[in-house]
């Protein structure tokens, strides 16, 4: 113990002496574990770690429905039907069952209305997770039924935020979609569930259906909108609830219709949720992030390894002293390990420093979905930091310590201080090829994102994303519900739109406006659909036909060209006005090859007496995604009762960008009628925006973890030409005396710092290249062998190499020969 | 105590066999104070790193304390070396990260002296070699006699059977040089082995008998 005290105590005595050297090795660890310790935050928040608060979540299960659509196609998904959730009761192997649905909506209404998150939970939802309110009480089997007074449950952070923490929280209520719920309870502190995400509110699921839903939704074994919780009881398997689970599932279902199909099984699946069948798209990309981050760690332990080896040869007098008087050579080697776990301690801590850091630019550039505890500094995320800092300072110090104990005392001591033997470093090249081949790897993968999501950004879309709002408002809230008549002005929800769309054509921001019953990147309409002369109709792999029924001015506004015939007038909306359409360019193409479009006929929603006349071709658009070129795609004028949807949605022109304009819209319709919901406006480039999530995702995470691990590659470069140049200062300076020119010098320094960069840039090449076949899935519009990607990170690599080994070379240029033989 | 024989040392250079020593038979009694005298690369500081087991790398016979150092492994010769040998360089090597009392300290260390034991051995040594007072400083604070005089005390710190010198006063002036070689010999009289090696015919004065080499031989 006294020894390894000792040990400690020279070591950070000799880190004091080397000031930049202790700076630079602690700032590459605390980059490279500070990466790692953001990632291993999120990595656990959102596979490892139960959800905060839940009892025994090792025996709490999310329920899946793997489903059969015939053809051998089948799919595994949480939601389900609410009558199928409560056949899980009839399944034995559960001491409790429970139901939630996820919703929007609308709290107050006219001017003041704001939009929350609620959760409609069955009654059971709290007790099952183990879970009672810190202020109040949970809700009671009397408060989860249909026609029950509304109450609510508030989350502690919605309490405090936006309620001040009022003690008398309890006798207030929620004017939430239509009803005013009584707050019956306060839910603790960071308890959000079985999932990450908190809600503001908590609703009774039943009671709340007229307000997130239909009431038909709570009968019907066709709407899957609810996902379900199950607590094992004591004593049963996994295995066997399934099971059990599985053949209740199917008696249910067979009861219910014996024409339904009766193939569904149960599936359970751990409580979080990315662990379960279904991995989420967040989950996917913290994997990749970690993996990318690990390739990080890897090139900052190469580099420290670099920096303690040309330390060891520095030292190589010393050691050789050490083992002249009696030092064995585990000795030597614990005496340095320990400098190199001091360094690492640093580092890490230094990390936390990052971590806090890295942990907001992860929200908000990589998982904006991320809730703020992922990236907390926990004490599983402490305990992780340090591991991996103990773990680095072996990694990256065992090497060099083992090569300094290696030391020929007698020819070590001849010599003096200067490393005599003059070897080349074959195992600092080494090193440095490793950090220039990891580096290359994550420049190729940022210039092939980067590529693929400018391809994406340059698309032509067919919509002008940056001068156009959509705008939309729950219905439900809004007290309009549907008729059954075919969709027309008289439509409660048809006619708020076309008022809320009166009003704000006249606002002075807004160039034009339209309604329509289909939105951009929201849901598509599709109908029975015949063309005269055709038995059959194209199919896509986008599917369709679709259709949108629109308002005058509807292709004016979306910035939809129309390249034949013309678009939809206020005359076409008239009812009893001959039935027009407009079709897309790649309905016309396939549906009329080489015969012209306009005059043909459509038969639509089975009318097959009347004739839909096509008046125009409208410019393909990309509305149903980015990677969609081609849909067939008509639009038919609102009002002339063709099809049933009503209008559910308004999109707005503004005579500026509309990220500037949204929030006046915003308020202006909010105005426009008495005690409207929420009103929810946003730009199409924002509506397209998750479209380019995983190429922006890639991009910026290669980017980024490029770019440092570039920083810390070069560094090390720096560092080790700069050690060289010192160790053959004499050397060099012969070579001056003897004749050489700077150029000379130069080259000789340079020459080697390039040898190690190029043998790492080829095989990062390969490496990368390789890689590149790999994610060709994830890219858009690029090859794996990308030029330009590959050139544009090589060019990178070699000019900061160059940079780098400038520096040093330039000193050697300038060693006075004279000071040079003279240097020992 | 040491009996070398047919020991040689050679570098191979570029296929052919350079010899640094050749055929070497060399005696040394306990108690002795033996010169090794040699023009410069003669192989003299060869030969005492070899006696010190600094360096491995030759072929022979040598023994010492009866112990066949030639049939030994590494970690036998460097614990046998660790027991009974100390080493005085013409460069002083002391550790510049150490203070003088460190300096002292390490051998011990080495040889898992427990602490309190080395406190005493370390305050005793400073004190016979009058460098109490400069216990807490860094070699680079020392006069180079000084440094040589905690080189020496290092050397001796745990009661070594064998003294190796190389040049011990190369680097100094006469009267510290005069003042380092006094002291070789009271610690020889103490009952020390010692060999020097050494240019100067003064240094050799102290000693007992001389040992010349010439091209890695010993001539007489």
């Known amino acids: ?824 | 105590m040491i009996t070398l024989r047919n020991l040689e040392k050679c570098y191979d250079t570029g296929g052919a066999k350079t010899f640094v020593l050749r055929q070497v038979n060399f005696d040394v009694a306990p108690g002795e104070f033996v010169t090794i005298m040699g023009p410069s690369g003669a192989g003299k500081s060869t030969l005492l790193a070899i006696l010190g087991m600094l360096d491995g790398q030759w072929t022979g016979e040598y023994e010492f304390l009866s112990e066949a150092v030639h049939k030994l492994s590494v970690k036998q010769r460097n614990e046998l070396h660790k027991h009974y040998i100390g080493f005085v360089f013409q460069q002083y090597h002391l550790i510049d990260g150490l203070t003088v009392e460190e300096n002292l300290d390490i051998p011990l260390s080495y040889r898992n002296v427990p602490k309190k034991e080395r406190q005493a051995i370390v305050a005793d040594t400073l004190d016979r070699f009058q460098i109490v007072a400069k216990k807490k400083l860094f070699p680079n604070q020392l006069s180079g006699g000084q440094q040589q005089l905690v080189a020496v005390a290092r050397a001796i710190v745990a009661s070594p059977k064998l003294i190796l010198a190389d040049e011990p006063t190369g680097n100094l002036h006469s009267s510290q040089g005069r003042e380092i070689m006094e002291l070789f010999k009271k610690l020889n009289a103490q009952g020390t082995t010692i060999i020097q090696v050494t240019h100067s015919e003064v240094n050799a004065s102290y000693g007992d008998r001389v040992v010349n080499l010439l091209d890695g031989w010993i001539v007489k």
């Open chain 1, 1 to 824: 113990m006294d020894a390894i005290l000792q040990d400690l105590r020279y070591a950070l005595r000799g880190l004091a002496r080397s000031p930049g050297f202790a700076i630079a090795v602690v700032a590459t660890l605390a980059l490279g574990i500070g990466a790692n310790t953001t990632m291993f935050g999120v990595l656990d928040t959102l596979l490892l770690k139960p959800p905060a608060r839940v009892r025994d979540p090792g025996r709490v299960a999310r329920v899946y429905f793997n489903r059969n659509f015939g053809e051998g196609v089948t799919f595994t998904g949480a939601s389900t039907s609410f009558p199928s959730y409560e056949s899980l009761k009839d399944a034995t192997g559960f001491s409790a069952t429970a139901a939630w649905f996820d919703g929007q909506l609308s709290l107050g209404h006219g001017a003041e209305a704001k939009s929350i998150k609620v959760r409609g939970v069955t009654a059971s939802y709290f007790p099952l997770l183990g879970v009672g309110p810190v202020l109040g009480r949970s809700f009671s089997a009397a408060d989860d039924k249909l026609g029950a007074e509304p109450v609510a449950i508030v989350s502690h952070r919605y309490w405090l935020r936006s309620m001040g923490g009022e003690s008398g929280v309890l006798q207030r209520s929620l004017p939430i979609g239509r009803h005013s719920y009584a707050i019956v309870g306060v839910a603790p502190e960071g308890f959000s569930g079985a999932d990450l995400e908190e809600p503001d509110v908590w609703l009774p699921l039943r009671t709340a259906t007229p307000d997130l839903n239909d009431v038909e939704a709570l009968t019907s074994r066709n709407w899957f909108w609810v996902r379900a919780l199950v607590r094992l009881a004591s004593g049963r398997t996994l295995a066997a609830a399934e099971a059990s689970a599985t053949l209740a599932e199917r008696r249910a279902a067979s009861a219910s219709d014996r024409r339904r199909d009766t193939s569904t099984s149960v599936v359970l699946g751990p409580i979080q949720e990315a662990r379960g069948p279904r991995m989420s798209g967040d989950a996917k990309v913290a994997l990749w992030v970690g993996a990318v981050a690990l390739m990080v760690l890897l090139v900052a332990c190469a580099n420290v390894g670099n920096l303690l080896l040309s330390r060891g040869l520095r030292r190589r007098r010393e050691m050789a002293i050490r083992a002249g008087l009696g030092a064995g050579r585990g000795r030597l080697v614990r005496q340095l390990l320990v400098e190199s776990l001091v360094l690492a301690i640093g580092g890490g801590a230094a990390a936390l420093l990052v971590a806090m850091w890295g942990g907001a630019a992860v929200r908000a550039f990589l998982l904006p979905g991320l809730p703020a505890s992922a990236t907390l500094l926990q004490t599983r995320v402490l305990v992780f930091t340090a591991a991996v800092a103990t773990l680095t300072g072996l990694l990256a110090g065992v090497v060099p310590a083992w090569q300094a104990s290696r030391t020929d005392v007698a020819e070590s001591l001849r010599g003096g201080g200067r490393d005599v033997t003059a070897t080349r470093g074959r195992l600092r090249s080494a090193l440095v090829a490793t950090q220039m081949t990891l580096t290359l790897v994550l420049l190729v993968g940022a210039g092939l994102f980067v590529h693929s999501l400018r391809n994406a950004q340059s698309l032509d879309y067919g919509l002008d994303l940056d001068h156009v709002l959509e705008a939309s408002v729950d219905a439900q809230s809004a007290g309009v519900s549907r008729t059954d008549s075919p969709g027309g002005p008289s439509d409660p929800q048809s006619a708020l739109y076309l008022r809320l769309l009166e009003a704000i054509r006249a606002n002075p921001a807004v160039s034009s406006a339209a309604a329509s019953v289909g939105e951009p990147y929201g849901w598509s309409h599709s109908t029975d659909l015949r063309v005269s002369g055709r038995d059959s109709l194209p199919h896509l792999s986008s599917g369709g036909p679709y259709f949108n029924a629109v308002t005058a001015g509807f292709f004016a506004t979306t910035g939809t060209r129309i390249v034949r015939g013309r678009g939809i007038t206020e005359a076409d909306q008239v009812r009893g006005a001959s039935p027009v359409a407009v079709v897309g360019q790649t309905f016309a193409r396939l549906v009329w090859p080489g015969r012209g479009p306009i005059g043909q006929c459509l038969y639509v929603n089975g009318n097959d007496s009347t004739c839909v006349q096509v008046v125009g071709v409208a410019q393909d658009t990309r509305a149903r995604g980015v990677t969609e070129a081609q849909t067939l795609m008509y639009y038919i004028p609102f009002g002339q009762h063709l099809v049933t949807p009503p209008i559910n949605g308004l999109l707005i022109r503004t005579r500026g960008p509309a990220r500037l304009a949204d929030a006046e819209v915003q308020r202006a319709l909010q105005r426009a009628e008495p005690n409207l919901p929420y009103v929810s406006v946003r730009s199409l480039a924002e509506a397209v925006a998750p479209q380019w999530r995983s190429w922006r995702l890639g991009a910026t995470m290669f980017t980024a973890f490029g770019l440092l691990a570039l920083a810390i590659a070069a560094l090390g470069l720096y560092a080790v030409t700069a050690y060289g140049v010192t160790q053959r200062t004499q050397e060099i300076g012969v070579r001056i005396a003897l004749g050489a020119q700077r150029p000379h010098v130069v080259r000789l320094v340079v020459t080697q710092a390039a040898r190690a960069t190029a043998i790492g840039a080829a095989v990062g090449l390969v490496i990368a290249l390789g890689l590149g076949r790999a994610v060709v899935a994830l890219l858009f519009d690029v090859k794996p062998v990308d030029g330009i990607s590959v050139l544009g990170a090589v060019a990178t690599l070699l000019a900061v190499s160059g940079v780098a080994a400038f520096f040093p070379a330039r000193r050697a240029a300038r060693i006075d020969p004279m000071e040079a033989l003279r240097y020992e």
